[in-house]
């Protein structure tokens, strides 16, 4: 059997819008060649859930949002298409969820554990999840009201170093920052002598050694030493030196009073002492004496005679 032209024309026509509608509710999540059941669920606000959205279980796919539309009680009516391979049991409800970031919502079906099933057109009790940006709203407002509480507290305490901080108290602070600068620098100057002079340190740091070891090494007599000296001390502390002291002021207070008497011309010693015409005497028997010695020394024979059997000796 032959077509003719236009037959075969009509013919790819129809295929072509039957590929489309096809492709149309398969797009829109709708399944032609496999039936579905239908659910009812109300809610207050959709949040922008559309029609086609999907219906999860677990994070799997098992339908679709059918039609949504406005009640007649103020509440949105949602249509669920589920497949017939999914069995909802008596107990199921469904959940409006946020999918990602973006506020992408979707159904999630919380399949109960019961036996018993739900028929078709059957109304799911419907709540509302919280996404994802709506959790960490609420996780950030508590530390938003700390960020702002410790902000305040900030401003204050700022507010208290402006105050703090006035002319007189920024020029001293200068003052001390410039201070401390040049403190900074005799330091650092300090440590370039230092490590200069570090070999000097180092032999005095030798010769202190050797004299502690000496010390160390000669312990036991400077311990003799310590305990002679412990002797001395104790001996004079024992000593009779206040009668030593009251003794020799005495002596010196007797001498005092001679030296009185012979500057006064008392007593034979004063006497000799200030008396010029015993000193003129006494020198003038020195010269004569003298003289006497020399005059033996000359002629010894005038003042010595010596008898010898007998001899007279002549005039």
Do not use: C, W
Not at 142 to 155: E, F
Not at 237 to 261: E, N, R, Y
Not at 265 to 292: C, F, H, I
Request: aromatic share 4%; proline share 2%.
């Amino acid at each position: 059997m032959t077509f003719s032209k236009e037959a075969r024309i009509g013919l790819l026509v129809a295929v072509a819008l039957l590929i489309f509608f096809a492709g149309f509710y398969f797009l829109k999540g709708a399944n032609l060649f496999s039936g579905e059941k239908e659910y009812l669920a109300y809610f207050d606000d959709v949040q922008g859930l559309q029609a086609s959205s999907a219906v999860q279980v677990k994070g799997m796919s098992i339908g679709r949002v059918a039609k949504i539309e406005l009640n007649g009680g103020g509440k949105v009516k949602v249509t669920i298409a589920v497949k017939d391979d999914i069995v909802v049991t008596k107990g199921t409800s469904v959940k409006l969820a946020s999918a990602d970031l973006l506020g992408t919502k979707v159904l999630r079906l919380d399949l109960a554990s019961g036996t018993e099933t739900l028929p078709a057109e059957s109304v799911l009790p419907a709540s509302v999840e919280g996404g994802i940006i709506d959790n960490l709203s609420v996780e950030i407002s508590p530390l938003i009201q700390d960020i702002r509480h410790v902000v305040g507290t900030l401003d204050t305490v700022l507010l208290g170093v402006n105050n703090v901080l006035n002319d007189e108290t920024q020029r001293r602070l200068n003052n001390s920052v410039a201070s401390l600068d040049v403190t900074m620098k005799n330091f650092a100057e300090l440590s370039d002598k230092l490590n200069k002079e570090s070999a000097q340190l180092a032999s005095i740091i030798r010769n202190a050694n050797s004299i502690t070891g000496n010390l160390a090494n000669n312990n036991q007599q400077i311990t003799n030493i310590i305990h002679n000296a412990e002797g001395i001390s104790n001996q004079l502390a024992s000593a009779p030196i206040d009668q030593t002291v009251k003794d020799l002021q005495s002596t010196i207070s007797q001498l005092q009073g001679v030296i009185s008497k012979v500057n006064n011309n008392e007593g034979s010693l004063g006497m000799m002492v200030n008396d010029k015409q015993l000193y003129n005497n006494l020198s003038e028997t020195l010269k004569t004496l003298n003289a006497l010695m020399a005059d033996i020394n000359a002629h010894p024979s005038r003042y010595i005679n010596v008898t010898i059997f007998g001899r007279k000796n002549k005039n």
